[in-house]
């Protein structure tokens, strides 16, 4: 069965640049997976950030892109904010209508 | 405003049944597929179950097929779970989500179900 992969952690300097990542276990992701990332605090529903490889939703500031980066997803958060620190989740639109999740990047802005 | 909101969670015990509803506002319900997306305490995000609008097919997760099933009222724009043989692995908050061209655009607050005796 194919995984979704993601970091388990990362760390960026406040007002660095950091690219998160969202592969397989089994091949490589494309825009065909429609990948997309969410942010997510504890407590709180998720929000989306990235839908369809790179388009930002409504709202979320254009520090957030989206891309494809060799065979995975990326997530590039430039100019880090202190409150970027949190959960970050990534999914991705697998054959026969079923959407598979990465098991979370939990990022840390120090 | 887009507006998701869930109910129905609660306590039941291992093997019983419980219905989801998801209440939809602010945008044209039929035109959208729907997905429920739940999350167990302490763990990350799991996709459950998906509708079409169209074609009303749906689509779900191997731990949870032939026990959930998915459904929608689009006079009400109301999303519906209907969850039987519960298990306590089945313990989460659940999502409701609407999507748009690729992925979930819009989330609701999610309603939590505990499963123990």
């Known amino acids: 069965q194919t995984v979704v992969t993601q970091e388990p952690s990362f760390s960026v300097s406040p007002g660095g640049t950091v690219t998160l990542t969202c592969g397989l276990t089994?091949?490589?992701?494309?825009?065909?997976?429609?990948p997309s990332w969410y942010q997510q605090t504890p407590g709180q529903a998720p929000r989306t950030l990235i839908y369809?490889?790179?388009i930002r939703s409504s709202g979320v500031p254009d520090r957030f892109s989206g891309s494809i980066l060799g065979n995975k997803a990326a997530l590039t958060i430039t100019g880090a904010q202190a409150d970027d620190e949190c959960l970050y989740y990534c999914?991705?639109?697998?054959?026969?209508?079923?959407?598979?999740f990465g098991g979370g990047t939990k990022l840390t802005v120090l | 405003e887009v507006l998701l909101l869930e109910s129905g969670g609660g306590l039941v015990q291992p093997g019983g049944s419980l219905r989801l509803s998801c209440a939809a506002s602010?945008?044209?319900?039929?035109?959208?597929?729907m997905s429920w997306v739940r999350q167990a305490p302490g763990k990350g995000l799991e996709w459950v179950s998906a509708?079409?609008?169209?074609?009303?097919?749906?689509f779900y997760a191997d731990s949870v097929k032939g026990r959930f099933t998915i459904s929608r009222d689009n006079s009400k724009n109301t999303l519906y779970l209907e969850m039987n043989s519960l298990r306590a692995e089945d313990t989460a908050v659940y999502y409701c989500?609407?999507?748009?061209?690729?992925?979930?655009?819009?989330w609701g607050q999610g309603t939590l179900v505990t499963v123990s005796s």
């Open positions: 989500a609407k999507h748009n061209s690729g992925g979930f655009e819009y």
């Open positions: 602010g945008f044209t319900f039929s035109d959208y597929t």
């Open positions: 509708i079409n609008s169209g074609t009303g097919n749906t």
């Open positions: 089994s091949g490589s992701v494309s825009t065909s997976h429609y």
């Open positions: 369809n490889t790179n």
């Open positions: 999914v991705l639109f697998m054959r026969r209508g079923i959407w598979v």
